[in-house]
């Protein structure tokens, strides 16, 4: 079974430009979340998505922005790059069912 | 609001050493789940366990096993004879699972273990 695929794996890009990352979640699981990990902050949660609905958000500015298609994969996209959006973006899948959620290799973003 | 703490920031080991990774959690719910993750350099979180609140008994998955205490709102983690692949960064992290699953982490631990 494959597990989360997390694309593209790196990205680098300038400040003021926009970026896209995507996210296909396990098979069956309906439940995408997105979290942001930095040295300084550590991991935060960023957007819960389910059946297409954000069901919840986090504390960041609307720069970011998430959806989910019906086929579950989601994209997160953050406009108007700063040097601080540098980090490493997780996306985790859950079941509806249940609160494991496992985590793809995520998408290092650097913004110069 | 919930908040997870782990206030070992780094450990390092002798391989074979037992280990243990400490991790207090708060929350007002009664209702909760804890999680342990490995993050090896990789960067993948890698799930290895969780534990629902309404369930104290411990566990043990060969060399992990898992302390779970409400009375001191503690779940702990320790590494049976740790091996250099047990190096990496653990987190702790929690949710209450009522209309969402976000995770609370905490900082993490980072674990090296030397051969």
């Not at chain 2, 998955?61 to 205490?69: D, E, I, M, P």
Request: hydrophobic share 30%; glycine share 8%; proline share 4%.
């Amino acid at each position: 079974k494959a597990g989360v695929t997390q694309t593209p794996r790196y990205l680098i890009k300038t400040r003021g430009q926009q970026v896209t990352l995507s996210c296909s979640p396990i098979s069956g699981h309906r439940s995408v979340s997105w979290y942001q990990q930095t040295p300084g902050q550590g991991l935060q949660f960023l957007f819960e998505y389910f059946s297409e609905t954000q069901r919840n958000k986090g504390n960041f500015p609307g720069r970011f922005s998430g959806r989910q298609f019906s086929n579950s994969r989601s994209e997160m996209n953050v406009s108007t790059l700063e040097l601080g959006d540098s980090a490493l973006y997780l996306c985790a899948s859950s079941l509806a069912a249940g609160p494991e959620a496992f985590f793809g290799q995520g998408t290092r973003l650097t913004v110069v | 609001a919930q908040k997870v703490t782990q206030a070992q920031t780094e450990i390092s080991v002798v391989e074979k050493e037992d280990v243990t990774l400490d991790c207090v959690y708060e929350t007002r719910d009664t209702t909760y789940y804890l999680f342990w993750y490995k993050q090896p350099p990789s960067g993948e979180l890698v799930f290895l366990i969780r534990r629902n609140s309404f369930d104290e008994q411990n566990e043990i998955s060969g060399r992990y096993s898992w302390n779970f205490q409400k009375s001191t709102s503690s779940f702990n983690f320790t590494i049976t004879a740790s091996q250099v692949v047990d190096s990496a960064v653990y987190f702790c992290a929690l949710t209450s699972g009522a209309g969402s699953y976000q995770l609370t982490f905490g900082k993490g631990t980072k674990l090296s273990v030397i051969p």
